[in-house]
């Protein structure tokens, strides 16, 4: 009996031995699994966030550049780039994530997003410089607004210079209704090129389009020359204030074709309308697919790896 004893004890000391190595070995295991579990559950809250982010982005981008006035332009502009850098801090935090777990085709697909989100950025700061600067909404605003006043002075110098002058029926009185009426007449040709001028893109519609302004300005002018000649010294105070109209107008109308030529208005849009919408995509289809495969980890991806 005390024979069969002391075979015993090597065999549980033994196996108290593989116990105390099995806790050992599962304990920290365990441990490492939960650590791992809850990298993936961040992650997939990074990557899902990257999404909402990048959405916020690319749509207060898109506000900012159909805005109608510079106020909000300027705010839809900011929150767009809040947005961005969001997701660049979402980017920075997910990629370590994913190198420290070993998913290299999560950190595959998420390299892809960050390749297509750097052109993106770039593209975006053209597109959202130009919205900021409003120049085609800037034209619009002056050509419907100081503009048409000043147009509107002008007829109203030249109305009341003919009223008294065409009293009397005599063919100078006829004439100078007639030069008038021609004044009038041209400056409302330049007014009706005005808005097509502000909407079209194209260099070399709207070059012609300024030829043709500048032909009605010239024959508004010669007109008005030939009224100089044509009335009395008490019509020319009245003759006088309707050049002054007509200077404002002129001068304002360069300021419209200045505005015009910079097209911002037009340029962000066809920007945000052909490239970003492609680059837009590529970002998205990224980020789809990262968040596909993330969702794909779980318990027997981790204990396998």
């Not at 898109?62 to 300027?74: E, G, I, K, L, Y």
Request: net charge neutral; charged share 25%; aromatic share 4%.
């Amino acid at each position: 009996m005390p024979h069969t004893h002391a075979r015993a004890r090597p065999l549980a000391i033994l196996a108290l031995t593989a116990a105390a190595g099995l806790a050992t070995v599962l304990t920290p295991a365990c441990g490492d699994v939960n650590a791992a579990l809850e990298k993936v559950a961040e992650a997939r809250q990074l990557a899902s966030d990257l999404l909402v982010q990048f959405t916020k982005a690319s749509d207060a981008a898109n506000r900012s550049v159909m805005a109608d006035t510079d106020t909000a332009s300027v705010e839809f502009a900011q929150e767009s780039r809040q947005a961005a850098e969001a997701v660049q801090k979402d980017l920075d935090a997910l990629r370590p994530m994913l190198e420290s777990l070993g998913y290299s085709e999560e950190a595959r697909l998420l390299n892809g997003f960050a390749n297509s989100f750097g052109e993106y950025r770039m593209l975006d700061q053209r597109i959202l410089d130009l919205a900021v600067e409003n120049t085609n909404l800037k034209a619009q605003r002056l050509a419907f607004g100081p503009a048409q006043e000043a147009a509107d002075a002008f007829r109203d110098a030249l109305k009341a210079l003919t009223a008294g002058a065409g009293k009397d029926g005599s063919p100078v009185a006829w004439h100078v209704q007639a030069l008038a009426l021609t004044a009038v007449t041209t400056v409302r040709e330049i007014q009706v090129l005005q808005a097509p001028h502000i909407a079209d893109a194209d260099e070399a519609v709207m070059t012609r389009m300024e030829k043709e302004m500048a032909t009605s300005e010239s024959a508004a002018r010669k007109a008005l020359d030939q009224l100089r000649t044509l009335l009395p010294p008490s019509a020319q105070g009245q003759l006088r204030t309707a050049t002054a109209a007509l200077d404002r107008f002129t001068d304002l109308n360069t300021q419209i074709i200045t505005l015009s030529r910079r097209n911002t208005n037009v340029r962000s849009l066809a920007l945000s309308l052909d490239e970003k919408r492609k680059i837009t995509k590529s970002c998205e289809d990224s980020l789809h697919a990262l968040q596909a495969a993330l969702a794909k980890r779980g318990f027997t991806n981790i204990r396998e790896r």
